[in-house]
Each structure stands twice: as structure tokens, then as C-alpha cells.
């Protein structure tokens, strides 16, 4: 009995992989990322079996070979750096976002989300750019990358749009050999002269990526380590508006009546002025930032868990407009990010890969983004009453957004030690809205 419920759980997630693959047009996308093979074997078989290795919780060099090819072929294609990844993520996200617009609220705050994730290699010596990399949560350097994402999320449902997998310039760090491909007129040669420059160089590359190949957003949302007016006025020059946290930095100063203050002199300021505090928050206020000579106007808010004086975090964000409770709503939505993080390392094993070459390592992220997409197409219909027919859709209203309460909750929580009790709650729920089979397949993997 236990065989015959295993063998239905197999068929169900093929069908449910089949009909994925349908939706997003792969086979017509193929043509468009370069993926030039004379061979038979098609992109869409070779991914397809990748999905279900995803699900079967097996490496590439212990999954069961089909009728139709080896895992040596596979393992090729991986390796084939003529094919565009990234671009491939980017026009299925572009797909999924299409058919999400109908049941999104049009007055939703579409955003981007920036951030990255360290990739730990630590027994590979010889992998192309491999390079050290510090860890902030372990406080040490770690051998790996860092892999860099742009996610996009209406509220409800995060996507990975966007990715580059970042080595370092820094000869003394780098720890395994040099760029084996050097022509920039080659993708390969591209990405990785993409992987050797500064960070929020690549944030902004990326974003006017995706905001070509069509996907739409107002913000950015981005944690400190990427804060600063040089990316604010960059991002602004795109068209988009940032929403952020600032480094509590001594070096940085911003124009609040006339004077010059860092952010803790401007939150000492405040603290010692008769201003009154909110009650959801310390202070708000209007001040300007400055890069290279151009001035612009940025609305910062103190948020702090009361009765402590010293522990606060402030956020920023260039659309004056927004108010206090707008910019801490909407800032909470960077959680998205983490979660599809820790997803990815925990349940769809990024951090397992045994693949050794620079481009073999894009490829198989790009293949955990889209088994993520996947994931939250599914969880979306399952959720969402309007993706169900055209009654559900003319009789429900569209899924709401984090309340206030919640987001503020979810910020203060930073300044403590139990961010993680979060994310897990956060993947759970994610979890429990997913098929009962994909369930099943991917908690084995745990």
C-alpha cells in the first residue's frame, strides 16, 4: 500500500511539474536564451527531470537516469556556459507576474527586494573564482560566494527575478583559479567580469535587467548593508523609489533645518527636542541627502521598543509621501527574501550542489529559483480564491496585505535574538498552502 500511495504522490508531481512547464512557455523560451545543442534533447526535458530530481532529494550523480538521456547530459547542459540563465529566470518571472496582475489590487506597492546569501563551498579548492567570503552571522571568513538576488513581490507572493553569483576582485581572497573566460563579447565572459565588481554596482544592473525584460515595480527594498545616498540616487534615477534601512554610520550626514547630522546625532537631536513620540514609532522626519553635489529630499523614522533609549533601527525611503506606518509595512516585506533563502538551503538543497564549475553553479541556481517559482504558483492558487475561475474572481476581493501591527512586531523582533523562530514560521505557513505531495517530497529533504 505504502508503494502504491508513493508511485500516485511521483505522477502527481510530475503532472503538477508538466503543467508548469506549459504555463510559462519553456519551449518557446529556449529559443530565446541561446541554448544551442545539436542534439535531440530538448531545454524543456532537461529541466523538467531537473525538477523532479528537486523533488526526489537526490544530487545530480544519484538521481535515476530516464529513457530519453543521462545525468552526464544533464551535467553537461549545466555546464554550458553559452546559455543565459539569468535571462531564462528573468522571462518566467516575467510570465508568473503576468498572470498574477489581474488579482492584484491596483493601488498594491509593487517592489523589488535586494539582498544576498552566502554559498559555502568549504571543501573546494580549485572551483573558478572561488574566493573568500566574510560571514556576518559566524563573524569569520567562510570559502563560497555570495549570491546576490532581486526578488519582486506584490504583498502576497515573493518571485527570485534576478541573480549574479559574486566572487571578488581582491587577489589575496581569491581562492580558487582565475576566470577561465575573459571575452566580454561571450555571456560567460560577462557574468563573470559581473562577479569581480562592486556589489551595488551589480544591485543596479540587475533591477534595469529586469525593468527591461518587463517586469514592473515602484521600490526597492533594501537592508543597511546596501543603504547609502549614492544607491538612493541611482535607483531614482531608474524611476524607482527607495525603501530602506540606514547604517547608524558617523561618516554619512544628512540636512535636517539647516545643519548637518549623522544619523545618531540626528536621532540625539530628536530625542532631546520636545518633540512628541508615536505611538508605533519614536520619531519621523524629513531631511536631505547628498551625492555628488544633487540634493534630495528623504523621510527617515525611528522605530524602538520602548523603555530602551540606544537600541533603534531607522528606516528611509526617497517618496516623502509615504507615512511612518507605509514605510515600516512596507520595508517588512524584505522578510520575503530571507524566507526564500533559507527554502532553497533547507528544502531544495542550493547548498548541497556538487557541481564544480563556475557555470554550472549559475545554472543550478537558476534551476532552485524556478522550482521556488513553482512553489509559489502553487501556494498562490491555493490560497488566492480569484485564481479559481471567473465567479471567484468577480465575488472575492484580492488578498490583503500584512497588516501594520505585524510588520511593526516583525521589525522590532531584529533587535533581539529570534529572527529565526520567524522565518520558520513564515516557511511553515508557506508550506502548509502547498500541494500534499510536494509537501511530502520536500520535508524528506530536510
Known sequence: MKSINQIQAENDTKKLISSFIRLIGLGQISNRINFK???TISLTAIITWLFEV?????SLYRAQPIQLFSPRTARNVLNDGRINWQKLLCLVAVKIISLLRPLI???RRLAFIVDDTLISRPYSTKTELLAKVYDHNQDKYITGYRNLTIGWSDGNTFLPVNFALMSTKNRANLVGTKACVTDQRTIAGQRRNQAQRKMNDVVIELIHQALKFGISAKYVLFDSWYSSPRMFWRLKELGLDSVAMLKRSSKVYYRYRGRAYSIKALYLRLLHSKRHQAENYLYSSNVEANFQGYSFPLKVVFVAKKGTKNQYLVLAS???KLTPQKIIQLYNRRWS????FKTAKQYLRLNKSQIQSYDGQIAQITITALTFILLAWQERQSKDDRTLGDLFYLMNDALPE???????????KTLE???TVFLNQTISQFMNYLPENIQNALHEAV
Open 417 to 419: 535574538s529570534h529572527e
Open 337 to 340: 527574501i530571507e524566507t526564500y
Open 37 to 39: 545543442r545539436h542534439s
Open 402 to 412: 500584512i497588516k501594520f501591527i505585524e510588520a511593526l512586531v516583525y521589525l522590532l
Open 105 to 107: 489590487d491596483r493601488r
Open 318 to 320: 526617497t517618496n516623502t
Open 54 to 58: 528537486t523533488f526526489s532529494c537526490r
